[in-house]
């Protein structure tokens, strides 16, 4: 960063964590006690408006001056990874919670600040200092209350007193550790050679949009066009958090397969990578859909009771959608505090395959009370009878119903379409399936680098045989050939640049083509668990790749054979040792 403008890290730290610790010292044991109860009265809840207005007051205040100081845009500053990480390793210092609740009200934040921030940087016009005069939305702040609440309730919980303390206030609370260091990394960390997380999380943001635009198109499709760009600029900023979390998700998991000496804990945490992704972008994909779904029922119900129809604010557009992702997260937190995000889609799952008429009333109300206070501020009278309370009813169960739907048919194919197209055109392309080995035998030295050959060679099988990998279990393919392969290939060294392993893999993939006749044909024998597959690859390693050093000019002679564009890349690669 140019000029002497602060990072969004030391200015959001160094202003958020005296407010919290400033809270926690202040609160009276009686608040205490509502606070451990899970219920707050009204002094109480007063006090939580005031910290969090507090926060979004002074990170606004802050980061405008950084933006003009630093003569940075909003967008490049504001929308990204830096902001969330900062609140939520503040959060982390004083309290060491994370949760989806503590993760939300995060996401809450960032959303405000990123919306105070454009409001005031827009309205100076000739005015040379800007004014931060913008209000969060009466239901957002309530929503923020309650998730502030919730965290506060499972830090008052904590045995440790509940007073001021001269150190770090630390509460040891039973959530995974999946995310823990590497959230507060920098988005530019190396996950690989040649990739970077920003990289990575640009290339899922990328795909996810494309099927948030399919919901949207599906779903959303009589919006207005000022509606349209003011629902988009709310959801790219979802999207960006997810995208985020995932290539965090990748890069830690990565780093554990990486050690020299795994422990069981970054062995635990590397090989459901793959499951754990996906579940990421189901749950992620599943909330926006009920809460697109939803709004359309908003807009289709306010269209044909209230007149004349105004087109809604994004204040009213993303407060009503906070209220429902709030609902459906109050019901799966309810008896599960601390809930991550497997337990949430386990609980979603749950929830749209049993009971859910709890859920159905409550966003039935929600609909009920919006329209109730629309048809107040409006000059059309409205008749809010029981036959439109049963008419909105219908909506919502539509809506649920479609939900339901699309959970159970479309969410796992979706979201693996997203992790095959990123692989598929990410320099990192065998990561996933490569994390998602579930061998649990010891692997000499050399066997990563083998089992890297064979994911490569694997995944170009599948590529070319124009078969999507879902369809079938590379996984095992995977597997198989390394264990068949491993003792055979144990004395040779595959100690060799990445873009030789490509190569090399290639190579191998046009003598199995070869002899096998098409890359279907291939792709079948490898599933069938042919041994002419694993003999062919055994005897093609150790006539070329265990050529001691003063041969190696009959690697080149071999691949003479080959096309041309393979030919003249291995011998400008001549001085590349593959012994």
């Not at 939520?88 to 989806?100: A, G, L």
């Not at 999207?239 to 990565?254: E, G, T, Y």
Request: negative net charge; hydrophobic residues 40%.
């Amino acid at each position: 960063m140019e000029g002497t403008a602060t990072t969004p890290e030391q200015i959001t730290v160094s202003v958020v964590r005296p407010l919290i610790e400033s809270f926690i010292a202040n609160v009276t044991p009686e608040q205490w006690t509502l606070l451990r109860s899970g219920e707050l009265d009204e002094d109480t809840y007063v006090i939580l408006a005031e910290l969090l207005l507090d926060c979004l007051s002074y990170i606004s205040k802050d980061l405008v001056e950084s933006l003009q100081s630093s003569q940075l845009q909003s967008d490049e500053y504001v929308l990204g990874s830096d902001l969330r990480n900062s609140i939520s390793q503040t959060f982390s210092e004083v309290m060491n919670i994370k949760c989806v609740i503590s993760e939300e009200l995060t996401m809450l934040i960032v959303k405000e600040v990123t919306e105070t921030i454009s409001s005031a940087l827009s309205s100076r016009e000739g005015s040379e200092e800007p004014v931060i005069a913008r209000k969060p939305p009466v239901i957002r702040l309530h929503i923020m209350v309650y998730y502030a609440s919730i965290i506060f309730q499972a830090f008052a919980n904590t045995p440790l007193p509940c007073t001021k303390r001269d150190g770090n206030i630390v509460l040891e609370v039973e959530v995974e550790s999946d995310e823990s260091e590497q959230d507060n990394e920098p988005p530019t960390q190396s996950v690989a050679p040649g990739i970077s997380l920003t990289a990575l999380s640009q290339a899922f943001q990328s795909e996810i949009g494309k099927y948030v635009n399919e919901i949207k198109q599906t779903v959303l499709f009589n919006l207005t066009d000022s509606e349209q760009t003011l629902l988009q600029a709310e959801s790219s900023l979802d999207i960006r958090f997810v995208a985020d979390d995932l290539a965090k998700l990748i890069a830690q998991s990565l780093k554990g397969r990486d050690s020299a000496a795994p422990t069981p804990k970054t062995k635990t945490q590397s090989k459901p990578c793959k499951d754990r992704v996906l579940l990421k972008l189901k749950t992620f994909l599943v909330r926006y859909l009920l809460k697109s779904s939803m709004l359309y029922a908003l807009i289709q119900l306010k269209a044909r009771l209230i007149q004349p129809s105004t087109a809604e604010s994004k204040d009213s557009m993303c407060s009503f959608m906070d209220s429902v992702e709030f609902l459906v997260l109050r019901d799966i937190d309810e008896n599960n505090k601390g809930a991550n995000e497997e337990s949430v889609f386990s609980k979603l799952e749950e929830m749209f395959s049993g009971e859910r008429e709890t859920l159905s009333k409550e966003l039935t109300d929600l609909l009920y009370t919006d329209l109730k206070i629309r048809s107040m501020q409006s000059s059309s009278e409205v008749l809010l009878d029981d036959t439109l309370y049963a008419a909105i009813g219908a909506k919502v169960e539509c809506c649920l119903d479609l939900t339901k739907w699309w959970l159970n048919t479309r969410a796992a194919p979706q979201s693996e379409d997203v992790i095959h197209a990123v692989m598929a055109n990410h320099p990192l392309e065998e990561t996933l399936l490569l994390l998602h080995s579930t061998s649990e035998t010891n692997i000499s030295e050399g066997d990563p680098q083998l089992r890297t050959l064979i994911i490569m060679l694997v995944q170009r099988t599948y590529k070319k045989a124009q078969v999507p990998q879902r369809m079938g279990k590379p996984e095992d393919i995977v597997d198989h050939l390394l264990e068949k392969t491993r003792a055979q290939l144990e004395n040779i060294d595959f100690d060799m640049s990445e873009k030789t392993f490509k190569q090399l893999s290639k190579a191998i993939f046009k003598h199995l083509h070869k002899k096998t006749g098409c890359p279907l044909r291939l792709l079948l024998l490898m599933e069938l668990r042919d041994p002419q597959i694993e003999e062919s690859l055994v005897s093609f390693l150790k006539q070329h790749v265990t050529q001691p050093p003063e041969q190696q000019s009959m690697w080149s002679c071999f691949f003479s054979n080959f096309s041309k564009a393979v030919t003249s890349v291995f011998r400008q690669k001549n001085k590349v040792s593959v012994t």
